[in-house]
């Protein structure tokens, strides 16, 4: 069997830890239309999403997923991090492609991402509370060159997320910028002059439905250079 099957089972025999397979799939799908070269998910779980990823990066030969968990929800399974992750990392033939870093990540400051200059693509799987959406979204911005895909894990249907997510873009359109991203920089008019050269678009996706409903939803904003001449869709 094939390294892509491998990973197609991989997804589908998963599933029923995250309920994320159909996300995976979705996410494979987007990169490798967009050809992103640089991928951040926060909060690996088994893997499911990061391999099949990376296996898009891989079609690719373009991209990188970096992939960040320190592995307290999977402690209690079968499935050892960062043990596991590496050698199934190593099956799948996804070492140029992937990168696990095995770190307590604070939402608050990103410290252990500082290397990251560039960023095309970020998944927040660790906590999509309406704090960490403005927190990721001021270390965010400065990384973006000219479009970026900020996808959050059950954005449509944690109310206290799609509340910030709703009210917030349409502000930050305005160019007006909430005080939590504000009190979380120095230079106020830099990220005032940076929030102006982008627009925000968002899209609710609700996943089908399961036993326990968990993780049935994502929400995904599309942050874009202000100038609709670059790139016409």
Same mark, same amino acid.
């Given at each position: 069997?094939? #390294?892509?099957?491998?990973?197609?089972?991989?997804?589908?025999?998963?599933? &029923?830890?995250?309920?994320?397979?159909?996300?995976?799939?979705?996410?494979?799908?987007?990169?490798?239309?967009?050809?992103?070269? &640089?991928?951040?998910?926060?909060?690996?779980?088994?893997?499911?999403? &990061?391999?099949?990823?990376?296996?898009?990066?891989?079609?690719?030969?373009?991209?990188?997923?970096?992939?960040?968990?320190?592995?307290?929800?999977?402690?209690?399974?079968?499935?050892?991090?960062?043990?596991?992750?590496?050698?199934?990392?190593?099956?799948?033939?996804?070492?140029?492609?992937?990168?696990?870093?095995?770190?307590?990540?604070?939402?608050?400051?990103?410290?252990?991402?500082?290397?990251?200059?560039?960023?095309?693509?970020?998944?927040?799987?660790?906590?999509?509370?309406?704090?960490?959406?403005? #927190?990721?979204?001021?270390?965010?911005?400065?990384?973006?060159?000219?479009?970026?895909?900020?996808?959050?894990?059950?954005?449509?249907?944690?109310?206290?997320?799609?509340?910030?997510?709703?009210?917030?873009?349409?502000?930050?359109?305005?160019?007006?910028?909430?005080?939590?991203?504000?009190?979380?920089?120095?230079?106020?008019?830099?990220?005032?002059?940076?929030?102006?050269?982008?627009?925000?678009?968002?899209?609710?996706?609700?996943?089908?439905? #399961?036993?326990?409903?968990?993780?049935?939803?994502?929400?995904?904003?599309?942050?874009?250079?202000?100038?609709?001449?670059?790139?016409?869709?």
């Amino acid at each position: 069997m094939d #390294t892509f099957n491998k990973i197609i089972n991989y997804t589908k025999d998963t599933d &029923s830890h995250y309920n994320t397979s159909g996300f995976s799939f979705y996410l494979y799908g987007l990169i490798k239309m967009i050809g992103p070269k &640089s991928i951040v998910e926060l909060g690996t779980g088994l893997g499911t999403t &990061s391999f099949l990823a990376a296996q898009a990066c891989k079609e690719n030969n373009k991209g990188k997923v970096i992939t960040v968990d320190n592995g307290q929800d999977t402690i209690h399974s079968k499935f050892s991090l960062p043990n596991d992750f590496t050698k199934l990392q190593t099956e799948f033939k996804l070492e140029q492609f992937l990168e696990f870093r095995n770190i307590n990540l604070d939402l608050n400051t990103m410290q252990g991402l500082d290397d990251i200059k560039n960023v095309d693509i970020l998944f927040n799987d660790i906590d999509c509370g309406p704090h960490y959406f403005l #927190t990721l979204l001021t270390w965010l911005l400065p990384r973006i060159d000219k479009e970026c895909y900020f996808i959050i894990d059950q954005g449509a249907t944690y109310w206290p997320n799609y509340c910030v997510v709703e009210l917030a873009l349409p502000l930050l359109n305005q160019g007006k910028i909430p005080d939590v991203m504000l009190g979380l920089i120095n230079d106020k008019e830099y990220i005032k002059d940076l929030l102006h050269e982008f627009k925000f678009s968002v899209q609710h996706v609700l996943k089908q439905e #399961t036993d326990d409903n968990l993780q049935d939803s994502f929400s995904v904003i599309k942050i874009e250079k202000n100038n609709i001449g670059y790139r016409m869709i």
